[in-house]
């Protein structure tokens, strides 16, 4: 059963650390989101790539945060240094977006709760 | 710009009763538009999806979602809860860039308690 896996499931770490967050896509799908999820402004896109490249980011605050996908079966999402108000459940998704017979509807991983003490 | 609002932050229904979840959303062209439920420590499990064709479309788990482009809606049905189904419930538009899939947006969700 083809799934996006997602790693670390929890992870609890001290204001100021480096935070790494893991996603496997669905093998054969081309694009890749990381959305974040909080209480109060709930689903947030952090960024998305095509085919490996990234299009866009604007979600992301850059100066503390970058996504990056090393290869087709790996993407990565990672925050440094971490602060408290980045405490959320983070998500990746991945699709195979509109083009032919595919309607665009995205497949979620279980998603990465962070929580910086 | 796109967007999508579900009015209703949170409903409870009786199990055995119907449901219905209202969805509106702001698009320019004709949107792809979608339905997911998420269960507490869960990622989102798509339930349906349109796209262009019949406006009633089925879903997994006996809902139903009927597009009215009039009323800029995708409104979510059932028409027996079942306590399985308490959950929280998004709406997403999928944005197109560059004449392709862009990312989702989603409505703030709708969560649902079902009484017994």
């Known amino acids: 059963d083809a799934r996006v896996t997602q790693t670390p499931r929890d992870k609890v770490t001290e204001m100021g650390q480096e935070v790494t967050m893991r996603c496997q896509p669905i093998l054969g799908h081309n694009t890749v989101f990381w959305y974040r999820q909080t209480m109060m402004q709930g689903l947030e896109l952090l960024a998305y790539f095509r085919n490996r490249a990234p299009l866009d980011d604007s979600g992301m605050p850059k100066d503390r945060f970058s996504a990056e996908m090393p290869d087709a079966t790996l993407a990565t999402l990672k925050i440094q240094p971490s602060e408290p108000r980045d405490s959320a459940v983070y998500f990746c998704?991945?699709?195979?977006?509109?083009?032919?017979?595919?309607?665009?509807?995205?497949?979620f991983g279980e998603g990465s709760r962070l929580t910086v003490l | 710009a796109q967007s999508v609002t579900q009015p209703d932050i949170h409903i409870t229904v009786s199990e055995g009763a119907s449901l219905e979840l209202r969805c509106n959303y702001s698009y320019g062209a004709t949107p792809y538009l979608f339905w997911y439920v998420q269960s507490p420590g869960q990622g989102l499990q798509l339930l349906l999806k349109?796209?262009?064709?019949?406006?009633l479309v089925q879903g997994i788990k006996g809902f139903e979602a009927e597009f009215k482009r009039s009323q800029s809606s995708f409104n979510l049905r059932k028409p027996s809860v079942h306590w399985s189904d308490a959950a929280e419930y998004f709406c997403a538009v999928g944005a197109n860039y560059g004449g392709s899939q862009g990312n989702l947006i989603f409505g703030k969700g709708t969560k649902l308690s079902v009484k017994p």
């Open positions: 998704a991945s699709g195979l977006g509109t083009s032919g017979r595919n309607t665009g509807e995205l497949f």
């Open positions: 349109y796209f262009s064709g019949d406006t």
